[in-house]
């Protein structure tokens, strides 16, 4: 029986993986796969509407689905459809996050407002007890609409002061702003909101052109002159300029032979153009098209457009269609949030496999960790594909580059080591960085366009690659670290043999972690040699990395010169988790100098916290030796 | 004696001391970093590594008081503790042969960072679309330049710099025949036209103005606290006075916020004051030909800045073009220069000229120390693969 568990645990862990792979967001009516694949134009880069809704949620609410008042969700695609389309039923979704409290007063919430009331006694209870949120943190647009311009006045106060001297109330201020914003521009990308039959609009247009700007022409020169005509005109052209005004999506391709990404056009100005040309953009009107057809929720002609379109640009936009269907697919797929899961069993299954049935269960952490490495390895090709980068080019991509590279130095461990501990530890950080990234991803679209200054793929495949894999390995080492002290203070699990097996595998990740980063240090010291004039700047990134590879060093000199033992080692391997952490993301928070790229303030407290923790752990480690549950096992043989 | 020695030498090759001497770097490192916010990388560079020790003031007072070692005393000790450690240790065996190259490239590497930190200079040269120059402007220094105009083919140019302004030092100079006495210095100041100051404005925060000469009487001087902003550059305002044979010429207001220079007559010869960027005169002149900045389609992220330059030596051995952009510099005469800053809207572009004649030392260190790393590990990994076969 035993021998086949580890046999189901993969097949378990496979079933979850392809079933991540069906589509989620299908609906019996709409075809509203199709109209997510659309491709458009923003921030630099063609990238499908599905990106956009998905993206837009992630930063104005802090998740994709969209909560309904009676407890339905619907599905991203759908709420984009909304906001596009049928702006007034947007509107009073609740998908803008508050949480700063006198920036929910200043929108008139008080307590009593806040409180969320359940029906079901087991609700209420598990709100008490926190599993259910007690207060309401997201709001509609229209309950925010009568604060509007105390939000603005507000943000703009805020905005003139640096990001580092802002308080919590006015980032929070000036993040709604950001906000409502984003959800103003969103609203006029295809439609104007208020123009309820904006296809009309159009049609009427397309057929009046001529005999229209005739009018308008007759009245700039006081000639006699149809005054309703003219004044239709003159609306029009408003309304396109509102709206130039106010989108920031290009979501309309070329139309002549020349398809190069700076050619799309946003509705509004395609719009303003068809005054010149005497014809209204028929990809602006299939658009307003789709736009009439969700108003009047009629699948039918919803999706005959959407086939229609997409048919038109298959054949002059091939390859742009496939990576956007690709990137539908992948975002739909969600790798990360299923390796995240993955993550956790293996991580549950390998420390339990220290107290039952020890082969079997290691052995199923073993394969399903290599599972969930294969899925954030395919993750991450894929993203390298669709940008043409190699992996790592902003924050979120270093955490789940940090992650593959843990994730695989304890696969090899767990080959070497065949004793949980490589599953463990895998199962751990593969986690820890995947939450990580979650938390990076709110920021909004996390495949972003390369700076100027950091554009060379051939040093970000080299610098930036060697440097994040040194991240990886330190943090690995104090994790395995950590293991060693929980294991030999709480458990009698800790015997001679697994301590030993243990410090070697600190000590060799160390030694790697050392290696590389120094050589990620170096090179990065060419590149900015190469780049910008000096071999050494001491930036606060630079002084990070410099930082890890001394720590690193002070390690091996400390073991090799005999000044710590292994108790001493490991309290050293976990203090590097806190240099590791304030190299990747606390030098960032300063502010100061060319790496200053990600700039967080909410991550502040995190990495405090993360900072104690490791600081408690290490005076742990000196609890006298005869305290440790492990103490006899750790004597004797 | 000999005893002594034996423990001098024991404590400075001792790993006890590494590992001291690498805490102590790291506290040196990370109190540095945090110290940016305040006082910019630059101020920081000072302060913290390129010193002996780190200076406070004692409190309630100015006088510096040393609180911590820096970056020159820390990084000393250690060349000694490697240099001690090697020449006690040393054994002429392969299997130590990686740690000793890499540790002889991280003393290759502490030396050259000394080195650059000495030698290297850097300067700005600001190019307009179709300007032409033959010089650069140091990015932090000035000085105050007087001119004589009266040769028709070349201009004698008398340079003070700006730490002798500072001291309020008298200058007098065979290639003057005036006294140059600067009576007031300002390290950082905001000046203005008194006549276009708002209504109100409280003229008793202005430092007192003695100037009598050129445009500084009409000027208003309002100190500026230092700014350790490494975007911005503190622009300083002095007030010179001249003295020739028969008495005061005058007091002139000078500062690099007066681009055009201030011109008077002495002795039937014309000459122009002005307080400037330092220059530094090249044996060739870069024209900007044609600036570009790209964004990505639909945003405003910057995709690329470049500019067209031409490059023509004095002598006439050279006559080029060269395109510099994002991470491609031109090297030219042992010069590099960057991409520094650019506005298109404007049509110009800022390059960043450095000299560095230290530059190859971190590349032997890092060929050095990868030779080193990467013998370690091979050999560590071949010991480890026949142990486990064993």
């Keep these: 029986m035993k021998r086949f568990i580890p046999y189901l645990v993969l097949a378990l862990g496979l079933f979850v993986i392809l079933k991540s792979l069906l589509p989620s967001q299908a609906d019996p009516d709409f075809d509203l796969e199709g109209f997510s694949n659309l491709p458009i134009l923003a921030n630099g880069r063609i990238k499908p509407l599905d990106t956009v809704g998905r993206t837009t949620l992630l930063t104005i609410q802090g998740r994709q689905a969209v909560y309904l008042a009676d407890g339905s969700k ?33 929108v008139g919430q008080t307590d009593e407002t806040l409180k969320r009331e359940y029906d079901s006694m087991t609700a209420r209870f598990m709100a008490v007890l926190g599993f259910l949120p007690s207060r309401h ?33 006015q980032r929070a201020v000036l993040k709604l702003r950001n906000n409502l914003v984003l959800y103003q521009q969103l609203k006029h990308s295809m439609i104007l909101p208020e123009e309820h039959d904006f296809l009309t609009l159009l049609q009427e247009l397309q057929e009046n052109y001529g005999a229209g700007i005739a009018a308008v022409r007759a009245r700039a020169n006081e000639e006699e002159h149809d005054e309703a005509l003219a004044a239709q005109m003159i609306d029009a052209g408003q309304i396109f300029l509102r709206m130039d005004n106010l989108a ?24 303003l153009e068809s005054f010149q040309t005497g014809m209204v953009n028929p990809y602006a009107m299939a658009y307003a098209g789709l736009g009439r057809a969700w108003r009047e929720q009629s699948p039918v002609t919803f999706n005959t457009i959407v086939e229609l379109y997409s048919t038109q640009l298959n054949t002059k936009f091939t390859e742009q269609m496939s990576k956007a269907n690709a990137e539908r697919r992948f975002n739909d797929a969600a790798p990360f949030y ?92 593969g986690f820890a960085t995947m939450i990580v990234a979650h938390q990076l991803s709110l920021t909004g679209d996390t495949l972003e366009m390369m700076r100027a200054v950091l554009d060379s793929n051939f040093w970000l495949a080299t610098h930036v690659i060697i440097i994040t894999i040194g991240y990886s390995a330190t943090f690995l080492s104090g994790f395995l670290a950590v293991i060693y002290l929980f294991r030999g203070i709480f458990t009698k699990s800790l015997d001679k043999d697994t301590a030993k097996s243990l410090e070697r595998m600190v000590y060799g990740i160390v030694c790697f972690a050392a290696l590389f980063s120094l050589v990620g240090t170096i090179l990065g010291g060419i590149w900015a040699d190469q780049s910008w004039g000096r071999f050494w700047g001491w930036d606060p990134k630079e002084n990070g990395a410099l930082l890890i590879v001394i720590w690193n060093a002070i390690i091996l000199h400390a073991r090799w010169g005999g000044l710590a033992r292994t108790r001493g080692i490991m309290a050293l391997a976990i203090f590097g988790n806190i240099v590791t952490s304030w190299s990747w993301f606390g030098t960032n928070m300063l502010g100061v100098g060319l790496h200053s790229y990600g700039f967080m303030d909410e991550a502040f407290k995190a990495l405090v916290v993360f900072v104690v923790i490791n600081l408690l752990i290490i005076a742990l480690a000196y609890l006298p030796a005869n305290k440790w549950r492990s103490a006899n096992r750790l004597k004797s043989a | 004696m000999n005893e002594l020695f034996k423990a001098f030498v024991k404590f400075f090759s001792s790993l006890r001391l590494t590992v001291v001497l690498l805490s102590v770097s790291m506290i040196l490192i990370f109190v540095a970093t945090l110290a940016q916010v305040e006082l910019g990388i630059y101020g920081v560079q000072g302060k913290f590594f390129r010193s002996f020790f780190v200076l406070a003031n004692i ?60 030698l290297q200079e850097d300067f700005s040269l600001r190019l307009a679309e179709g300007e032409s120059r033959g010089y650069s402007e140091s990015f932090r220094r000035n000085e105050l330049v007087l001119i004589d105009k009266s040769q028709p083919d070349f201009d004698e140019v008398v340079a003070i710099p700006e730490s002798t302004v500072a001291d309020l030092e008298p200058v007098q100079s065979g290639k003057l025949p005036f006294r140059v006495v600067t009576k007031a210095y300002y390290p950082n100041a905001n000046i203005g ?37 490494d975007e911005e550059r503190n622009l300083p ?22 681009v055009a220079p201030q011109t008077f007559n002495y002795a039937g010869k014309e000459w122009q004051i002005s307080f400037r960027f330092q220059r530094e005169y090249k044996p060739f002149t870069v024209e900007l030909k044609e600036l570009k900045h790209d964004v990505y389609a639909g945003s405003n992220i910057p995709k690329n800045f470049s500019s067209l330059v031409q490059v023509r030596a004095n002598d006439g051995s050279e006559d080029r073009e060269s395109l510099i952009w ?65």
């Excluded at chain 2, 007192?208 to 009487?217: A, C, H, K, V, Y």
Aim: include cysteine; hydrophobic fraction near 45%.
């Design chain 1, 338 to 429: 299923t390796s995240l899961l993955i993550y956790i069993f293996v991580f549950l299954i390998a420390i339990t496999s220290w107290l039952v049935w020890p082969e079997a269960l290691q052995k199923s952490a073993y394969w399903l960790l290599i599972l969930a490495w294969v899925a954030t390895t395919v993750g991450i090709l894929t993203r390298m594909w669709l940008e043409g980068r190699p992996p790592v080019t902003n924050l979120y991509s270093s955490a789940l580059f940090v992650g593959w590279g843990c994730v695989g130095l304890c696969i090899i461990l767990e080959k070497i080591f065949p004793n949980g501990i490589g599953s463990t530890a895998g199962g751990l950080t």
């Design chain 2, 193 to 229: 036209m008194l006549n276009s100051m708002p209504e109100g404005t409280d003229v008793s925060g202005l430092a007192p103005n003695s100037s009598t000469e050129g445009i500084g009487p009409r000027l208003g001087v309002s100190p500026l606290p230092l700014s350790f902003n």
């Design chain 2, 237 to 258: 305002t002095a007030l010179v006075e001249l003295v020739g044979t028969e008495g005061s010429m005058g007091t002139w207001l000078v500062s690099p916020m007066l």
């Design chain 2, 59 to 118: 409190p309630g007072t100015q006088v510096p008081f040393p609180v911590f070692p820096g970056g020159y005393l820390v990084g000393g000790f250690l060349l000694i503790n490697l240099l001690a450690a090697h020449f006690t240790r040393f054994k002429a065996k392969w299997s130590k042969a990686g740690i000793q190259f890499t540790h002889i490239g991280l003393i290759v590497l502490l030396v050259g960072e000394l080195l650059i930190g000495l």
């Design chain 1, 137 to 169: 943190s997201r709001f509609s647009f229209e309950q925010l609409d009568p604060y509007l311009a105390e939000i603005d006045r507000q943000g703009g106060l805020a905005i003139e002061l640096e990001p580092a001297q802002r308080n919590p109330f």
């Design chain 1, 248 to 271: 920031f999506m290009f979501p309309l391709p070329p139309l002549g032979e020349d398809t190069s990404d700076h050619l799309w056009q946003k509705t509004g100005k395609a719009l």
């Design chain 1, 74 to 106: 619907i599905t991203p695609n759908r709420w984009l459809l909304d906001a596009l389309f049928r702006a007034e039923i947007a509107d009073t979704y609740r998908t803008f996050k508050i949480e700063n409290l006198e920036a929910l007063a200043l």
């Design chain 2, 326 to 390: 994002m991470n491609h510099p031109l090297r030219y005469q042992g010069y590099t220069f960057y991409q520094y800053q650019m506005d298109s809207a404007n049509g110009f572009s800022v390059l960043q000229v450095v000299r560095n004649p230290g530059r190859a030392l971190p590349y032997i260190a890092c060929i050095l120390m990868t030779i080193g790393l990467l013998w370690q590990f091979i050999s560590h990994l071949v010991k480890f693969a026949r142990r486990r076969k064993a």
